[in-house]
């Protein structure tokens, strides 16, 4: 017997997320048409689940958020060197390599405020 009939996450929901599990899940039941006293206690299990997914998943992008910061945190330490350098230098490879520690701190940074927003967004679900 074939319940769910549709593989494709819901909008805002990447595939295989626990939201996207718990809405499945949800869809599935609804779809079974339980005539039975024990419906009650099945919606109130899948909304526990459903609260302890969510804080789940807020606490994986606060942890995320936190490991950009400490990311960009020890990138700084080699941007240090940046005030040691001179418009005269004789490597020009430093100036790449500096460069580049710019696009790695723009990287963590987007990353930080990506999962910052899905803790935001999590609020409103």
């Keep these: 017997m074939k319940i769910l009939t549709s593989g494709a996450p819901g909008p805002g929901h990447a595939a295989g997320s626990g939201r996207d599990v718990i809405a499945r ?6 779809n079974a048409r339980l005539d039975c006293q024990c ?4 919606d109130e299990a ?3 689940f459903a609260a302890m997914e969510r804080r789940r998943e807020m606490r994986a992008d606060l942890a995320d958020a936190c490991g950009q ?3 960009i945190e020890a990138i700084l330490v080699f941007l240090q060197d940046l005030d040691d350098l001179g418009a005269t230098e ?4 430093v100036y790449n390599d ?3 520690l ?7 940074a987007a990353e930080g405020a990506e999962a910052m927003r899905r ?5 409103e679900a």
């Design 98 to 100: 500096i460069a580049l």
């Design 90 to 93: 004789q490597d020009y490879s």
């Design 25 to 30: 899940l949800t869809t599935a039941m609804k």
């Design 46 to 48: 899948l909304d526990r």
């Design 102 to 108: 710019f696009d790695d701190i723009a990287s963590a």
């Design 39 to 42: 419906r009650s206690q099945l």
């Design 119 to 123: 803790l935001y967004a999590s609020n």
């Design 69 to 71: 910061r400490r990311r």
